[in-house]
């Protein structure tokens, strides 16, 4: 189990979401928090690659400020809809509009993760296809009021009131919330096995 | 939204689930919580013909003892795995037995939902398709030790250490969390229409 492999190990969390760090409670892993602040590369259309990019980035970037035996776990989330990547909105006009795309339709979550450890970078992405409930003018306006759509990509959050819109999904759960955790203990099996 | 539907009701949760109260608590919906000791019925084989029956039975249950201004919500979920219905496992050993069983494979989690208000009972029920990982025998004996898997239909819970099994999903996340709230929401939606 993760909590297992990484017991004896100095982790650091290279984000500063508070869901990741929750996804880490729930996991029983202790890290450190250091959010990587690296600047954004908006010349990727490719979700994959951009996710990739960014979760590699984030971990290099601490990487190059602490020991290299320090295991260093990054990620990257983004909501892509129609060809259009949805970062987190700007301000409540752009959340109402994220959303408003959002609803009675699809979209994909991707998200990068990246692992640090010694001389190693891993790094792996997960995709989840999302469908949305249409959702009327008046739980858009509410659901805005909330604030909860304004830290997060594609302005929802599926682990909260945003709850409520999602008919269903196709995929990794754990990934929409930002962490995606099956595919996380894949990589960190495999380069710790590559380590020994 | 969920919370606004509800914010002028007395609101009974008729279930001991620490996980629905956590659903409830995230979805700001504020409740008492009443758990309806009802007599499991065996006799039903149709996974949708038992959960729709318990959950109707829950609120059955609790509306014999209250005013009927309060509006009850009831819900019963289960684990179907080759035409088996898994529920709570017995001990530490069935609860091995049931995660092995799992292992490398997919199930279906089911959930029975209702409503009783005022002389109204609705339900409805979601199923949501969970394919595991392999989990190594090591895995399956750490886990057990965690104790996670002991109150839980099938012996997993996919908001704790069970995440990290879990390959995918389809459907919807909640539901096998333990109570489907995009589902929940437009049954409550339409009764409180039609009680209008």
Known sequence: MIHNLLKDKKVILASASPRRK?????LSVK???????????????????????????????????????????GADTIVYHKKDILE??????QAAEYLTLLSSSHHYVYSGIAIAYKNQIVSDYEKTKV?????????IAEYVNTQE????AGAYGIQGFGSQFI???????????????????????????ADQ
Chains 1, 2 share one sequence.
């Open 22 to 26: 929750k996804i880490f409670e729930l």
């Open 31 to 73: 890290a450190l928090q250091m959010p990587a602040n690296i600047k954004e590369d908006q010349s990727y259309k490719n979700p994959r690659k951009l996710v990739l990019h960014h979760a590699k980035n984030k971990v290099r970037h601490i990487r190059s400020q602490v020991d290299n035996d320090y295991l260093i776990i």
């Open 88 to 93: 987190k909105p700007r301000d409540r006009y």
């Open 131 to 139: 469908f949305f409930n249409e959702i009327c003018p008046e739980d």
């Open 149 to 152: 759509p304004m830290d997060k």
């Open 167 to 193: 008919q269903k999904i196709s995929g990794c759960y754990f990934n929409v919330m930002g962490f995606p955790i099956s595919k996380f203990y894949i990589l960190l099996l495999n380069m710790l096995k």
